[in-house]
């Protein structure tokens, strides 16, 4: 038995392997389709920018127009490249807007011509990868200069004014007041966007529209206020939805540090078709991985939708398979904020000893990981002094357990979109807590026997169980029958299964070849 919860190592090890059997099967489906977002994102890293004058990006009237001529099952670079050395073009995104024109035909090179034009798109593709290379060393050179923050967890707060303009000042505020990463929350449904906007933006729904400009902007306040501040401070934003493997490649081209990237969040609450997801994550990870991004998985909101007691385990197995596809994408330990969240119902008894329980698990099962843990949501009622008090026992557990990324939770959530002063506020609680229990956790250890280490064991039992049986069925099935969240998502259906292709023979990805390769 090992660690404060005295957890057999044989059961971790049985719950690793079943998750690896449960994932597997994906990964190969991963491995063998392609999705019109990644062939964007593809030619997003070869160099197409900007939009038509409707705001449809050139990317999107690129791929739609190979798709229309040639399908989309072969890839997009081939055919792409092919077609600028026809035409005597050497600028993608010119091309991209005479296809639009309708004066472009694309076809499936084969012979000399093949090989050249993947030559061709391998060179461009490399040159979008080597910038983000660059972006990381920039950012390594930032955090040695400025430092990190002094303590764990990291303070991780939200903005949502859907202004960047907005965004900013406000962004740069809870820096100063101590925040130590800024989640720019994306505007209400631009998960379900087949396309990313251009530009900066001011007229978001509860969020502002994550875009190129609008990482470019806030990433370049939040230097200043590094500089000013002597602490390196982190961005946040969303590799989610339909267009979750360019939102990755435009995270990494602007230098954000963390994005939110779950494997089944898409499926589960925005209905998204299984298979899109599941190839969109893998090639989001293989980015993330290379640009040295953290990611935020999304368990938490499991237990907005399902109870927080009887479906613990979901949150474990889920928590197990997000690291199992992270690591096979290539993402290190230190890269996965997988998340969990504090929603039991706050009159169940022994309400804070359960919540001590699930966080110990996950703080132990996955030792080198910055997990992220989230504030109550579920159960707030719109009494802030109530309310208040949650969020202190929220970071008590925070600090008792070793959390690595502690997401600040409001007085007013879902009540109203905080004021600064509730941010404030609540930045206050958070630094009293880690201030006055920071190492807390090196004293914390429950009693052997106890009902800490007995609930843990219960819902690492029942996790193992549950991965038992979704390995004798699949994870296609055990989505499709509710098991998550107790959303039922057959994997024929959803939002975007147009999107997806089987590979060809002859299908071709530049980027997925170079970032399977070994790279120092």
Known sequence: MTGKLGLDPALVARARELARRAGQPVVDLARSHTTVSVERAVLRLAGVT???????????????????????????????????????IADV?????????????????????????????????????????????????????????????????????????????????????????????????QSLLDYVPEGATREGFAGTYATQENFRLMRAALDETSKELGRY???????????????????????????????????LFRDINPIRTFVDQRFSRQVHARAGIIINTGEDNYLTTADAVDEAHTVTVSQLLNEFFAHEAGLADWQLGLGHAFEINPDVPESFRLELAHALLARELFPDAPLKWMPPTKHMTGDVFRGNLLDGFFNLVGTMTGQGILLVGMM???????????????????????????????????????????????????????????????????????????????ADRGKGLDGVARHEADYYNPATEILEQPHE
């Open 50 to 88: 900007g939009a038509d004058p409707d705001g449809i990006p050139w990317v999107n009237r690129l791929v739609d127009a190979v798709v229309a001529d040639v399908g989309l099952g072969h890839g997009v670079a081939a055919p792409v490249f092919d077609a600028l050395a026809r035409e005597g």
């Open 93 to 189: 995104t010119l091309l991209a807007q005479k296809a639009a024109a309708g004066s472009v035909r694309f076809a499936q090179p084969s012979g000399k011509a093949a090989t050249a034009a993947r030559r061709a798109s391998r060179k461009a593709v490399a040159a979008g990868i080597r910038s983000i290379d660059r972006r990381r060393a920039e950012r390594d050179r930032l955090v040695k200069r400025f430092g990190d923050p002094a303590r764990r967890p990291w303070i991780y707060l939200i903005v949502a004014t859907g202004d960047i303009y907005e965004d900013i000042p406000q962004a740069q505020a809870a820096a100063r007041a101590g925040a130590d990463v800024i989640a720019v929350i994306r505007s209400t449904g």
């Open 233 to 267: 401070v982190r961005l946040t934003n969303y590799a989610s939805g339909l267009c979750m493997p360019e939102m990755a490649t435009l995270a990494g081209l602007e230098r954000l540090d963390m994005m939110l990237n779950d494997s089944m969040y898409g499926i």
């Open 412 to 490: 007013t959530e879902a009540v109203v979109t905080p004021w600064l002063s509730d941010r404030d506020i609540a930045l206050q609680n958070v630094r009293y807590v880690l201030g006055a229990a920071g190492g807390l956790h090196e004293d914390f250890v429950p009693a052997p026997g106890g009902f800490i280490q007995a609930r843990a064991h219960r819902v690492l039992g029942e996790a193992v169980d549950l991965l038992e049986r979704i390995g004798d069925q699949s994870l296609l099935t055990a989505i499709a029958e509710g098991t998550f969240g107790i959303m039922k998502r057959p």
